[in-house]
């Protein structure tokens, strides 16, 4: 099984900034890639940020120059740093992880998700 956990969240006020991580454990043969989604009350989950193992990147249009997604490949931790965070990102984050189980076997995994807040 793999496990995915997520730190970072919390409350802050608009312009300020707040960083995410998440790492994943367990029978990890490769991570192929991790990111981000988020979930806003009454709307459905997006993609915020994503990254391949070989550090390739995509954001959503809304979060683009604002936030930055990283990864850690020895740690399979995957970051997202926000900037310049408004009330509208405010939502419960999610981590994603598309990892291969062996040479054959690829699963996608979730975290639990952590609370964004950001007050006006």
């Known amino acids: 099984q793999v496990q995915l956990v997520e730190s970072g969240g919390g409350l802050v006020q608009a312009g300020g900034s707040l960083k995410l991580s998440c790492a994943a454990s367990g029978s990890i043969f490769s991570i192929v890639a991790m990111g981000w989604y988020r979930q806003a009350p009454g709307k459905q989950r997006e993609l915020v940020a994503g990254?391949?193992?070989?550090?390739?990147?995509n954001y959503a249009a809304s979060v683009k120059g604002r936030f930055t997604v990283s990864g850690d490949n020895a740690k399979n931790t995957v970051y997202l740093q926000m900037n310049s965070l408004q009330p509208e990102d405010t939502a419960v984050y999610y981590c994603n992880a598309d990892a291969l189980r062996s040479l054959t076997y690829r699963e996608n995994y979730w975290g639990q998700g952590t609370q964004v807040t950001v007050s006006s």
């Open positions: 990254i391949t193992r070989g550090g390739s990147t």
